[in-house]
């Protein structure tokens, strides 16, 4: 079956730790994105990508980074710089980045800080 | 910049009841419109969606209208049922510069009791 995974579903980090989320996708889609969800908000843009090597930052891509080496995988690396990094990331992918493209989405990561 | 704007929430309603959940959106250009569902835990579903003006978008017996002129997209279903219980997300996607990102609203947390 086609679709978007990522790993793992919970995360825990201690104070100072980098760590790095896995997103996959089989769908052939060449757009990527990562958002991030907090209690009682809608999701904001952390990076995307439309191409392999190449990617863009959102809204809030401070304390975040990401790599595009393969058209499948768009790993999300949570580091230190992060103040605040709990919450629940989800990834998405689509055909190509225009407007009438639905965003497919994965089942998210929950990281907590310890 | 682009703005989606969901009513207060969380709503309560019992099985059978009529649904309406309000979105208005603030964009420049011709977004297409979006509403996704989260179940708890999970990542978001599309529910339905709409790509210009005076379309209407329908899935499982809910509906939504895009409505330029009073720039909304509400979203509304006859009978709910407790399977229905979820947060909805209503969300725009401009095409453009805009690199197709969605932006979401706050979500909307709904329940429905037998």
């Known amino acids: 079956d086609g679709g978007i995974t990522q790993s793992p579903k919970y995360l825990f980090r201690k104070e100072g730790q980098n760590v790095t989320l896995s997103c996959e996708q089989n769908l052939n889609h060449d757009a990527m994105y990562w958002y991030r969800q907090d209690p009682g908000q809608g999701l904001r843009l952390i990076y995307y990508?439309?191409?392999?090597?190449?990617?863009q930052k959102g809204d809030i891509a401070e304390g975040y980074s990401v790599s595009r080496e393969k058209k499948e995988s768009f790993p999300l690396t949570v580091t230190s710089a992060q103040k605040n990094p709990t919450a629940f990331y989800l990834c998405a992918s689509s055909p190509l980045a225009e407007s009438y493209n639905e965003q497919f989405f994965g089942p998210g990561t929950r990281l907590t800080v310890l | 910049g682009d703005s989606v704007t969901q009513m207060e929430g969380p709503v309560t309603l019992s099985e059978e009841a009529f649904l309406t959940i309000n979105c208005t959106y603030t964009?420049?250009?011709?977004?297409?419109l979006f509403w996704y569902v989260q179940y708890p835990g999970e990542g978001l579903q599309l529910l339905l969606k709409?790509?210009?003006?005076?379309d209407k978008g329908s899935n499982k017996g809910f509906e939504a209208t895009y409505r330029k002129e009073t720039t909304s997209f509400h979203l509304e279903k006859g009978s709910v049922q407790v399977s229905d219980s979820a947060v909805y997300f209503c969300a725009l996607r401009a095409g453009g510069t805009s690199y197709g990102k969605l932006t979401f609203g706050q979500g909307t947390i709904l329940t429905v009791h037998p």
């Open positions: 709409a790509t210009k003006a005076d």
């Open positions: 990508s439309q191409i392999v090597n190449d990617f």
């Open positions: 964009a420049t250009g011709y977004p297409s």
